[in-house]
């Protein structure tokens, strides 16, 4: 072999060598920068997330307060955030509709002694002291809930605690469409607040059959509807009847039509 023949062979051998080496350079740094936005993602979704921990139910006070034990054993008050339910023990409020209902399926879903996840908001407190928080039961969110059920309005509202604003918001739009709970009286749940003055009790009718312990609720709603509810149904809980019935024969020939639900 000659010497440019040599000196072509080790020409050869140095470009490919250095060939490779870029190549595995830019795979090594393509592999870096994967790595590194991986772990960015991951850090924007545990922001979004928030942070949460568990606590021991104490009380439910009403609709929208609880009493919790942190796991240091101290006890707070927490107020839900972004909901108002009906009063039932306000001081200088009379029991408003639908606040018993509010306060009893809270206090099914969070009896005394049971767990709870706690989400606190931004500043965490209310001017009364009381942590200011998001709850979740089996990975559901007790705020969303009390919505879903027409048993709370979304209320105050304050930046910077608006992270799940529009989600509540959209699930109230949608009880306010199928008028139940607090929806099912006319102007009675307002941006203000409830309306005090149909906080008397609402007077039922004597039942219409012959039973003496009628079961379906009637129900007129805002639009003049007239809905009966059975034990079974989604509603039945939370309507406040107008008329009781014993049979639903008897409520379809008052006029009255199955709720869908």
Known sequence: MNGNSLLHSYLNVFLLTALCLITLSGCQ???????????QEDSISNEEKGKTFTAEI???????????????GNEETVRLL???TPET???SKPVQPFG???????KELMPAGSEVEVETG???RDKYGRLLAYFYVDGKMVNKLLLEKGLARVAYVYAPNTKYLDELEDIQKQAQRDEIGIWSLENYATSNGFDDSQSKEVSVEKPTGSCSNPEIKGNINSKGNKIYHIPSGQYYEITKPEEMFCTEQDAQDAG??????
Do not use: Y
């Open 100 to 106: 018993p209902e509010a306060s009893k399926f809270a």
């Open 58 to 72: 104490i009380k439910v006070v009403d609709g929208d307060t609880v009493k919790i034990k942190m796991a240091n």
């Open 122 to 124: 931004i500043g965490e």
């Open 256 to 261: 009255f039509r199955k709720s869908q639900s």
């Open 89 to 91: 023990v306000h001081p």
């Open 29 to 39: 740094a393509a592999s870096d920068n994967q790595i590194n936005q991986s772990k």
């Open 82 to 84: 972004l909901v108002d």
